[in-house]
């Protein structure tokens, strides 16, 4: 059975249909890379999963229960977690005070503290730092760990990679490796294909908010999801 069954979704930002009619399904464990050309509508399809953005048409089914009109906060009590784009720190409280304040959010489980840092060694020295004095990787660190904490079956990157440098990329990705390897569900957007195509098992681009490629990565080459991107597939 699928984790998340999306079918019809549509979701606007005033006239402006961002979201028209997606839908798709995930089954647990899997990875599946969200890509596509900037305002293709990425950042509203994973806003509106996590319940930050209202879905104005269509369902979304999670772990077999209707989670469509489900505000935020009980979404991530569900097991859903969003890393947004920008990272969104608190960034005068601590990177402990934000990695705390998320488990109030969330459910108990095998990430605490102790794991997240464990996970991200860096974090560690720097737990009493105030998110915003981190580096670019600490911050996505702490974002993508403060996600962690909540304990969520279902975890939305958006574009974890931007603003870091390949080097500091890698190593947030090699991370991300180890969870997907541990069994999460991801759904990843990401801006750089051949990442996106190497760490997915499936693939959807988007073009102007409806779906235009949907398949396993292996399926595809990097040229033919480019020209989809441009909608020249
Ligand atoms: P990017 O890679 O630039 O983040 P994206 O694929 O994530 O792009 P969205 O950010 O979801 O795309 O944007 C989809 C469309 O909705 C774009 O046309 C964008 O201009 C518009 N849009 C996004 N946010 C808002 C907003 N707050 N108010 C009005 N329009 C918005």
Redesign the pocket.
């Known amino acids: 059975m699928a984790l998340l069954e999306i079918s019809g979704l549509t979701a606007r930002?005033?006239l402006?249909e961002?979201v028209r009619g997606v839908s798709f399904s995930l089954e647990k464990g899997k990875t599946l890379a969200l890509v596509?050309a900037?305002?293709?509508?990425?950042?509203?399809?994973l806003r509106t999963l996590a319940g930050a953005h209202r879905a104005a048409a269509g369902r979304i089914e999670f772990a077999g229960a209707d989670v469509t009109n489900l505000p935020s906060h009980k979404r991530a009590a569900a097991g859903i977690a969003l890393v947004p784009?920008g990272r969104r720190l608190f960034a005068r409280m601590t990177v402990e005070e934000n990695l705390l304040l998320a488990r109030a959010a969330g459910r108990p489980g095998r990430w605490t503290l102790e794991a997240v840092f464990e996970a991200f060694p860096n974090l560690l020295e720097r737990r009493r730092s105030r998110a915003g004095s981190l580096s670019g990787g600490e911050q996505q660190a702490t974002a993508i760990g403060r996600a962690l904490m909540t304990n969520p079956d279902l975890l939305l990157l958006d574009?974890i990679s931007l603003g870091l440098s390949p080097l500091v990329v890698d190593r947030v990705y090699r991370q991300l490796n180890a969870l997907m390897s541990s069994g999460a569900t991801i759904i990843l957007?990401e801006q750089d294909l051949k990442r996106a195509l190497g760490v997915a098992d499936s693939v959807i681009c988007?073009l102007e908010g409806r779906i235009i490629l949907d398949g396993r990565a292996g399926d595809f080459t990097r040229e033919q999801v480019t020209d989809a991107y441009f909608g020249l597939g």
Request: proline share 0%; charged share 20%; aromatic share 0%.
């Open positions: 930002h005033g402006l961002a596509g900037n305002g293709a509508g990425k950042t509203t399809l784009e574009e957007v988007m």
